[in-house]
């Protein structure tokens, strides 16, 4: 426990109080972390919205340029031609009524779930149990579909959901720490131009009041939020 608080420390004596243009941010963040596996690089912009109120919630999905690191494992629920063409897409697990069975049956090996809207009856029947995990199927997110290897494409292309939790704070992976600091700072471009592009009508003063980007066992990086455009090319010294 000693070494990894003489790390933390370590680490957090080279973040500067000055919050850094993304492309900066994200070379530190690369620079400083410690871990001896390849980490996953996350985003947290703290927003200026009431997700008490149900006009200011922040969800939905992004697709990072350049992809975001991560296998992802698809399964899909559909039947017939749509299940077809859900393995001819690379779906991981494709079913209807054995994957409900599977699933309440505890049996959850995917990280990302697609469905069909036929499918949704049957699948309305799973919500407590991947609600919580975020894993249910959506319209609102794309997830709800027909065309599901557009969907699956997506997924396993890098495409990552954000969701504002209850003190306004949206966490998003961009990438990992292997990724170069102008593929990091290009998917978080990405992130900030559609968490912009779905600011609540009725939110009110400042929308992005502060971001900070980390690796999954380093210290947080201050972020410049003002810095909406000049996403790849360092800061003027």
Same mark, same amino acid.
């Given at each position: 426990?000693?070494?990894?608080?003489?790390?933390?420390?370590?680490?957090?004596a080279q973040v500067p109080e000055t919050p850094l243009a993304p492309y900066e941010a994200a070379q530190l963040v690369k620079d400083i972390h410690t871990a001896k596996f390849d980490e996953?690089?996350?985003?947290?912009?703290?927003?200026?919205?009431?997700?008490?109120?149900?006009?200011?919630?922040?969800?939905?999905?992004?697709?990072?340029?350049?992809?975001?690191?991560?296998?992802?494992?698809?399964?899909?629920?559909?039947?017939?031609?749509?299940?077809?063409?859900?393995?001819?897409?690379?779906?991981?697990?494709?079913?209807?009524?054995?994957?409900?069975?599977?699933?309440?049956?505890?049996?959850?090996?995917?990280?990302?779930?697609?469905?069909?809207?036929?499918?949704?009856?049957?699948?309305?029947?799973?919500?407590?149990?991947?609600?919580?995990?975020?894993?249910? =199927?959506?319209?609102?997110? @794309?997830?709800?579909? #027909?065309? &599901?290897?557009? %969907?699956?494409?997506?997924?396993? /292309?890098?495409? !990552?959901?954000?969701?504002?939790?209850?003190?306004?704070?949206?966490?998003?992976?961009?990438?990992?720490?292997?990724?170069?600091?102008?593929?990091?700072?290009?998917?978080?471009?990405?992130?900030?131009?559609?968490?912009?592009?779905?600011? =609540?009508?009725?939110?009110? @003063?400042?929308?992005? #009041?502060? &971001?900070?980007? %980390?690796?999954?066992?380093?210290? /947080?990086?201050? !972020?410049?939020?003002?810095?909406?455009?000049?996403?790849?090319?360092?800061?003027?010294?």
């Open positions: 426990m000693a070494k990894k608080s003489k790390n933390h420390r370590a680490m957090l996953s690089v996350e985003v947290h912009f703290r927003l200026g919205i009431d997700t008490r109120q149900a006009d200011q919630q922040v969800r939905g999905m992004v697709s990072l340029p350049n992809g975001s690191g991560k296998t992802v494992r698809v399964a899909v629920f559909a039947e017939g031609e749509f299940a077809r063409q859900a393995e001819e897409a690379g779906a991981d697990i494709v079913g209807s009524d054995d994957l409900v069975a599977d699933i309440q049956a505890g049996n959850i090996n995917f990280d990302a779930a697609i469905a069909t809207p036929d499918m949704m009856p049957r699948v309305g029947r799973l919500g407590k149990i991947l609600g919580p995990r975020g894993l249910m =199927p959506n319209p609102k997110l @794309g997830t709800v579909t #027909k065309d &599901v290897a557009k %969907a699956i494409s997506e997924l396993k /292309g890098g495409k !990552v959901e954000y969701r504002a939790d209850r003190y306004g704070i949206a966490h998003v992976i961009i990438g990992k720490v292997s990724f170069s600091a102008e593929q990091l700072a290009g998917n978080y471009g990405a992130v900030y131009d559609e968490l912009l592009r779905m600011k =609540p009508a009725a939110s009110k @003063g400042k929308y992005v #009041k502060s &971001v900070t980007m %980390a690796s999954t066992m380093g210290v /947080g990086v201050p !972020v410049d939020s003002s810095v909406t455009r000049n996403y790849t090319v360092p800061a003027a010294q």
